[in-house]
């Protein structure tokens, strides 16, 4: 995103609003990568320092777990940090609780109680899995909290509850320090962040809905469609937004019905384009008013003005659509054509409306809520309701067997050698398999983890051996360890290397001997780092082994469990439109970041999820509209055809790629030829829109409607 984008159409004919969005454009200077991750480290380093000190003023026996929370709760923004240590806090307690039960009841059972310590880590990572949202954290970290204080107490149960106080008050020092620090030093803001992101989607919308009016049928246009539903940024950032220190922060339900907004934009101009492109394949091509039209409608799109000014002019592109519709609207009977003109011209004014209330949600999220709504966004923002997401249970319950195995195996082989640092492998294993759990490739995130982690270690010799001897106090400490700490956290900023970082520091960290006194045992560091690394190479392949599902399989689960909300909307299931489609763009979500950066895969299944969201909408419009017809023919014809779709996409595999079968093409015809010559233009012109919609959905390429099949 650059300036211009960010100043385009950010004024208002209002002087109190012109006032306050000036300033806000103002604030929004994109800073370079470079600078956020060398602040982000700056920031983080200190508060590392902040709480190893407080921790060793205060006496506590093991500090580094202080610096290990310090750099596991960092974000780059100040919301982000803030409601992690919320969740983190709240995990930690819920996992000391579970600890203090846990461990008592099975004071002389080490086995029992290893394994009882890794069950709980394998229900936590499948609640958290099912939840799929940040608040998900709260269930991560009860599971190896519950790991690092009860692990230590195998052998030495009678302490669990001392441990498990220190515990809490040594991660809660790294909770507080880390929050105080990003919250109050230059802080990034949630809000700000949150607002370059939707001014960047809206650009992006309005600029995909501007193209598809060139009724182009462009492949770029649907791939940038495509990547605009399936990112989930925004939803990610807003449910932060309850911890941020902005000024002035969004409302949520604003936030949401802008996310609908959106999702119900990408398929809509999709279908507009569409039916541009059909129209002028047809003998007699686009009327010239209709022409003319949507050239008012393309300038309305490049239009930087805003504010009663563009509310205007939409108002009378919405009513020309609808007097050109009534010029031949009028008909007695009409033909494909006219079904593909009032299409056209209905989704049309609903492109424009839709955009009109998008802009009104943008100018005021953007401006804290300053200026107000109109009617139409008031109202979708009085119905804004919580996200619907895909819950994969299988999944789910995989990658929790798998983080449990790992430590049962890690445990059995601690237990049976009596290995000295068999408790930290233990933890260390609970932590990574936590950490990685909602991963798309957890296996491979865990392989990334372990080869930072070797770092991490190999840089931890150096400085427990030669730099450490050295240092006679807590500013020199400081001062020998900022190069790598500083290198480490500048990379954890940066998401492809995030999760190496994380490794290196957490073996660094873990291993060079952070306590109150210098401590130098090799024997102990090579036991301790020999096995740690071990542990985390055991895991990985115990991982992988209850993930390799492959990548096929597991984009047709995604796919088939759309298409069976396809086949529900189609029966008169899924009432609530506005959840279906998140829960169906949560799916393009996941497939998108299962697919990499590219968003091609070849796995992939040879399926549009547009295209099928789009299906779904008219499919759950139709049995709505047939639900208020009396008895009789029509009816009858779209029951046919729902009932037709229904079976299909409950039979359809997505390895397999089959099309919609040549009956329900036959249905929707039948349809269409009852409706086509219903005397009631109202009745008419609904069942005509819907039905010509649901053909060009399914069947883009079948020839031109010419009446019912024999």
């Given at each position: ?291 003319a039209l949507i050239r008012r ?114 445990c059995a082989f601690w237990i ?295």
């Amino acid at each position: 995103m650059n300036a211009e984008i960010l100043n385009k159409g950010t004024t208002h004919p209002d002087p109190g609003i012109r006032s306050y969005r000036v300033r806000w454009v103002g604030q929004v200077r994109m800073t370079s990568p470079d600078a956020e991750a060398a602040l982000f480290s700056l920031k983080s380093f200190a508060a590392a320092a902040i709480a190893y000190y407080t921790a060793l003023r205060i006496g506590f026996s093991q500090p580094v777990w202080a610096i290990t929370t310090v750099f596991i709760v960092s974000q780059p923004l100040a919301g982000q940090v803030l409601s992690k240590a919320f969740f983190r806090m709240l995990g930690t307690v819920l996992g000391a609780s579970a600890a203090v039960i846990l461990v008592p009841a099975f004071v002389n059972e080490p086995v029992a109680l290893s394994f009882v310590l890794a069950l709980w880590l394998g229900l936590c990572v499948y609640v958290s899995l099912v939840d799929h949202t940040p608040r998900s954290y709260v269930f991560l970290l009860a599971g190896y909290t519950a790991g690092i204080i009860g692990f230590p107490s195998v052998l030495t149960p009678g302490d669990i509850f001392n441990t498990a106080v220190l515990r809490v008050q040594e991660i809660g020092i790294g909770i507080i320090t880390a929050a105080l620090v990003h919250g109050a030093i230059f802080p990034r803001t949630v809000t700000k962040r949150l607002q370059q992101q939707i001014v960047a989607t809206v650009s992006g919308i309005e600029q995909a809905s501007r193209r598809a009016l060139a009724g182009s049928r462009d492949a770029t246009l649907d791939a940038e469609r495509r990547r605009l539903a399936s990112s989930n940024i925004i939803e990610q950032l807003a449910y932060h937004l309850a911890f941020d220190t902005a000024r002035l922060v969004p409302q949520t339900r604003a936030i949401r019905a802008l996310q609908d907004q959106v999702s119900w934009l990408l398929p809509l101009s999709g279908s507009v384009e569409d039916r541009i492109a059909e129209c002028r394949a047809q003998a007699g091509g686009l009327p010239s008013e209709v022409a003319a039209l949507i050239r008012r409608v393309e300038s309305w799109f490049a239009e930087s003005i805003s504010g009663p000014a563009r509310d205007q002019t939409a108002q009378e592109l919405v009513a020309e659509a609808e007097r050109i519709e009534e010029t031949f609207g009028a008909q007695v009977r009409w033909g494909w054509r006219d079904a593909l003109l009032a299409s056209l011209l209905a989704r049309l004014a609903e492109l424009v409306l839709a955009h009109r209330v998008l802009r009104d949600l943008q100018d005021n999220i953007l401006s804290g809520g300053v200026r107000g709504l109109s009617l139409e966004a008031a109202r979708l923002v009085g119905s804004a309701c919580g996200r619907s997401l895909h819950r994969d249970h299988e999944l789910a319950m995989r990658s929790a067997l798998g983080a449990a195995v790992s430590i049962c195996a890690v445990c059995a082989f601690w237990i049976a050698t009596a290995w000295p640092s068999g408790a930290g492998a233990a933890l260390l294993v609970g932590i990574a398999c936590a950490l990685f759990a909602s991963s798309p490739q957890p296996g491979a995130g865990i392989r990334r983890f372990y080869a930072g982690f070797a770092i991490g270690v190999a840089v931890a010799a150096l400085y427990g051996f030669v730099v450490f001897p050295r240092v006679t106090d807590f500013v020199m400490l400081a001062g020998v360890i900022a190069p790598f700490l500083l290198l480490a956290g500048s990379l954890l900023a940066r998401p492809s290397l995030a999760q190496s970082a994380l490794g290196a520091l957490l073996g660094f960290i873990n291993t060079v001997g952070f306590a109150s006194t210098y401590q130098s045992s090799f024997q102990n560091f090579i036991n301790g780092a020999i096995g740690a690394i071990a542990a985390l190479g055991a895991g990985v392949i115990i991982v992988d082994m209850f993930q390799a599902i492959g990548a096929e399989p597991a984009f047709a689960r995604l796919f088939r469990a759309g298409f069976r909300d396809i086949a529900e909307r189609a029966v008169g299931g899924a009432h609530d439109t506005r959840r279906w489609i998140n829960r169906m763009l949560d799916r393009m979500a996941l497939i998108a970041t299962r697919s990499g950066p590219s968003g091609a895969h070849p796995a992939l299944p040879p399926y549009d999820a547009l295209v099928g969201l789009r299906v779904g909408y008219l499919a759950g419009e139709l049995r709505g509209f047939s639900s208020s017809l009396s008895e009789g023919g029509e009816r009858d014809a779209i029951d046919e055809v729902l009932k037709g779709l229904s079976a299909h996409y409950r039979s359809i595999e997505p390895a397999r790629g089959a099309p919609v079968g040549e009956a329900v093409l036959h249905a929707i015809d039948r349809a269409m030829a009852a409706f086509l010559v219903d005397s009631r233009p109202e009745r008419r012109r609904r069942g005509a829109i819907l039905l010509t919609g649901l053909r060009r959905s399914l069947f883009p390429s079948a020839e031109a409607f010419t009446g019912a099949p024999a």
